[in-house]
């Protein structure tokens, strides 16, 4: 992270700033409280359907503008810290799982990326060790894992900028994490309506440019179902936007079953489904900003009633 932080600038829809190695682009989040406040009592109504046989929890995933924003810009967005606690107040009978200290003390390592809108799972491995020790899972240390890497990521946000020539030079590697018992999951794929399995992995090395963040569950579009092996009978449903992908490598030892839904593509009833897989704890692991975008509350809202 550069110590000067005062020089982003507009181009095309996303701020940048730093240079060489140091270049980031990121955007600007504008959530206000009345949105985050439409969000909290949306999810409320799930847990009020689920009932207290099942432990849910909140996690609103801060992007890398909460930390990373020029100082003289900052006064031109919302502050993400701000909204993530305005959500927390407004939960009943959730539990809040609030990431955004753990990972405010790692920010000068590499937990998001500089050219593409998602984090690193580095980034994601300090959030799921907050959500381990809330729902008391086993939870490895990171050197257990197996590490991979793909080179020239250029993301998502070398587009939005108008092609800025340095987030080119200077592209992100996206480093992932395979856990000791990769070998041992068995996961199958499901269309939105739940039907129609296929086998596959969790991992799909072959990921690379823009694509490279799907090398972990690749698409968004299908229900992915992960039998750890895990004798605990604990049964975790991840309802999630593409944020929630880079937790669930860390979460294959805490759980008998993971279901990973993604609610903006997810048609059938979201209640009845959690029952239906036997479903201990629900975890919402949403971006900060789908949390605050009207449209994307009424489809979680939508998904619970459908």
């Known amino acids: 992270m550069p110590d000067n932080l005062d020089d982003g600038q507009w181009e095309g829809d996303v701020i940048v700033s730093g240079k060489g190695e140091n270049v980031r682009a990121m955007g600007a989040y504008y959530g206000t409280f009345e949105n985050g406040d439409k969000y909290a009592n949306t999810i ?6 689920l009932g207290d046989s ?12 909460a930390y990373y924003m020029p ?33 405010s003390e790692h920010t000068k390592e590499y937990i998001y990326s500089r050219t593409d809108h998602h984090w ?36 998502t946000m070398y587009a939005y900028s108008n092609y800025n020539s340095e987030l080119k030079k200077y592209p992100d590697k996206f480093i992932y994490y395979k856990p000791d018992n990769n070998d ?4 199958k794929y499901y269309d939105t309506e739940f039907k129609n399995p296929v086998e596959s992995t969790l991992f799909f090395d072959y990921a690379e440019g823009v694509n490279c963040y799907s090398a972990i569950l690749n698409v968004d579009q299908e229900i992915a179902e992960i039998d750890t092996g895990v004798d605990n009978g604990r049964v975790l449903v991840v309802f999630k936007d593409s944020f929630g992908n880079a937790l669930i490598p860390f979460f294959t030892h805490g759980f008998s079953k993971i279901y990973v839904c993604d609610f903006r593509y997810f048609d059938i009833n979201a209640i009845d489904f959690c029952k239906e897989v036997g479903c201990t704890d629900l975890l919402f692991a949403i971006s900060l900003t789908s949390c605050s975008t009207p449209s994307k509350v009424d489809c979680l809202n939508n998904i619970r009633i459908q």
């Open 120 to 155: 690193q799972p580095l980034g994601a491995y300090y959030a799921a060790q907050v959500f381990a020790d809330q729902s008391g899972i086993d939870f490895p240390d990171l050197d257990t894992y197996d590490k991979w890497e793909i080179d020239g990521f250029v993301g």
């Open 71 to 103: 100082n003289n810009l900052k006064d031109a967005v919302s502050d993400q810290k701000d909204n993530i606690d305005n959500i927390a107040a407004g939960l009943n009978g959730i539990i809040n799982t609030d990431v955004y200290d753990s990972l």
């Open 184 to 187: 041992d999951l068995t996961v």
């Open 54 to 65: 099942v432990n849910v929890y909140n996690m609103s995933i801060p992007t890398s503008a």
């Open 44 to 49: 409320n109504k799930w847990k009020a359907d």
